[in-house]
T-cell receptor, first 112, second 115 residues
C-alpha cells in the first residue's frame, strides 16, 4: 500500500461541475501539499495546509489530520483546470530533512 | 516575479555522455530539492540541500549521479555516464523553509532523453 494514495486516478467532467479529488496518507505528517501539473508543463504548488481548510479562487483544500485524509475541490470547473493534481506529504528524515512522499496523481479533464 | 530557473529545458544525448542540469533557486530560499519524474515512478526525490549542505541524497544513484550547490544561486545535478533509463523530467524546487512548514516552488523542469 502506498504511503500516499489518491482517488480517482482519472476524472473526466463537464465544464461547470463540482470536482473532488481525495488523498489518504499513512505517513505521520504535519502538513500536506497539493500540486498542479499541466500537460508538458511545470509543477505549481496550490496549497500547503496543516489543518482545516484553505481557499484560493475556485479551489478549496481541506484536511482531517485525525482521519489522515485531505480533499481538493474545484467549484465551477473550467477546461483550463485540466491538469494532473498531486498530493504530497512530508516524511521526516535525517537531520530533520522533510522528504516529500507523492501520490500517483489524479488526471483531471474538463470538457467544454 | 521570482521563479526557479532550470537549464536546459530539453536535452537529448547519447548513452555514455555526461549531462549537467542547472538550477537557480529563488533568492533567499535556503532549501533546494532535485526531483525526477517518470511515467512509471512518478515524482521521486533525488537530493535535498539546506543552506547549501546536502542533507539527503539517498534517492540518487551514487555511482553516476552527483548533486552540488557551489553557491547559493546555483544547484547542479550531474549524470556521468548517462544511460537510457535516466530519461525523465528533472525538476528543481526551492523553498524558504523545510517542506513541512513551507511552500515549494518548482522550476519548469529539464526533459532529458538518453538514446
Amino acid at each position: 500500500k502506498n504511503e500516499v494514495e489518491q482517488s480517482p486516478q482519472n476524472l473526466t467532467a463537464q465544464e461547470g461541475e463540482f470536482i473532488t479529488i481525495n488523498c489518504s496518507y499513512s505517513v505521520g505528517i504535519s502538513a500536506l501539499h497539493w500540486l498542479q501539473q499541466h500537460p508538458g508543463g511545470g509543477i505549481v504548488s496550490l496549497f500547503m495546509l496543516s489543518s482545516g481548510k484553505k481557499k484560493h479562487g475556485r479551489l478549496i483544500a481541506t484536511i482531517n489530520i485525525q482521519e489522515k485524509h485531505s480533499s481538493l475541490h474545484i467549484t465551477a470547473s473550467h477546461p483550463r483546470d485540466s491538469a494532473v493534481y498531486i498530493c504530497a506529504a512530508p516524511r521526516g528524515g535525517i537531520q530533520g530533512a522533510q522528504k516529500l512522499v507523492f501520490g500517483q496523481g489524479t488526471r483531471l479533464t474538463i470538457n467544454p | 516575479d521570482a521563479r526557479v530557473t532550470q537549464t536546459p529545458r530539453h536535452k537529448v544525448t547519447e548513452m555514455g555522455q555526461e549531462v549537467t542540469m542547472r538550477c537557480q533557486p529563488i533568492l533567499g530560499h535556503n532549501t533546494v530539492f532535485w526531483y525526477r519524474q517518470t511515467m512509471m515512478q512518478g515524482l521521486e526525490l533525488l537530493a535535498y540541500f539546506r543552506n547549501r549542505a546536502p542533507l539527503d541524497d539517498s534517492g540518487m544513484p551514487k555511482d553516476r549521479f552527483s548533486a552540488e550547490m557551489p553557491d547559493a544561486t546555483l544547484a547542479t545535478l550531474k549524470i556521468q555516464p548517462s544511460e537510457p533509463r535516466d530519461s525523465a523530467v528533472y525538476f528543481c524546487a526551492s523553498g524558504p523553509r523545510p517542506t513541512a512548514t513551507g511552500e515549494l516552488f518548482f522550476g519548469e523542469g529539464s526533459r532529458l532523453t538518453v538514446l
